[in-house]
């Protein structure tokens, strides 16, 4: 295990296209969060998972947004109908319990 | 409303000069605070946490309650702690509230 890891790295896509991002987290960690930062900005909270409980969502979290942890082990972002607004690094962070713990590479999303 | 506040979005200092960087925070409960770092190219790495009362690397940080700071200390700078620091803030042990960050940039 070599820490949390994100697929895709990058992402290039037009407006109005449904995106999905994996992460995958440290296999002994119960706790998800992704994560979103844009240029100047820390990361902002979007949404966490205790093994496969979504517990809490953001208001940052529209519609156009879902996660899901179907095993408690990987969790996919998926953003329908993207707008450029959307562009953005995604961060996935996993730890065991609380808060704190060991963030992903990230996925660079860029919508044009 | 839950908030952190890194005032300086640079600072920069001269290799082994003193590093103070500043981290304040709004929470009416319990706070628990952390550093994270970035360095060039590389992800968000936890430099420490105030529960844990460590020095990582040669970095401080003491919780002052009353001042509702947290602000992260060095004695010596070193070139290699160039990087990104994040002050954040735990509400309610489920996620962090991040500032919005300062870049260090220690010169030779």
């Keep these: 295990d070599t820490g949390v890891s994100q697929d895709p790295r990058h992402k290039i896509t037009k407006r109005g296209q449904n995106v999905t991002f994996r992460c995958d987290p440290i296999s002994e960690h119960n706790r998800l969060y992704w994560y979103r930062q844009t240029l100047g900005q820390g990361p902002e909270f979007l949404t966490y998972f205790q093994n496969e409980a979504q517990l809490e969502k953001s208001r940052l979290l529209s519609d156009r947004f879902s996660a899901e942890r179907p095993k408690g082990s990987f969790s996919t972002l998926e953003i329908q109908r993207t707008e450029q607004g959307d562009s953005a690094m995604y961060l996935c962070a996993s730890s065991l319990l609380a808060p704190g713990g060991d963030f992903g590479p990230g996925t660079r999303l860029t919508v044009t | ?108």
């Design chain 2, 1 to 108: 409303a839950q908030r952190v506040t890194q005032p300086e979005k640079l600072l920069s200092v001269f290799k082994g000069a003193p590093v103070e960087l500043k981290c304040n925070y709004s929470y009416s409960g319990s706070p628990e605070l952390f550093w994270y770092v970035q360095y060039s190219r590389q992800r968000l790495q936890l430099l420490l946490r105030h529960i844990s009362r460590e020095s990582i690397k040669g970095f401080t940080a003491d919780l002052n309650k009353g001042e509702t700071s947290f602000h992260l200390k060095k004695p010596f700078a070193q070139e290699e702690d160039s990087a990104m620091y994040y002050c954040a803030l735990s509400v309610n042990t489920d996620k962090l509230i991040f500032g919005t960050g300062t870049r260090l940039q220690v010169f030779p």
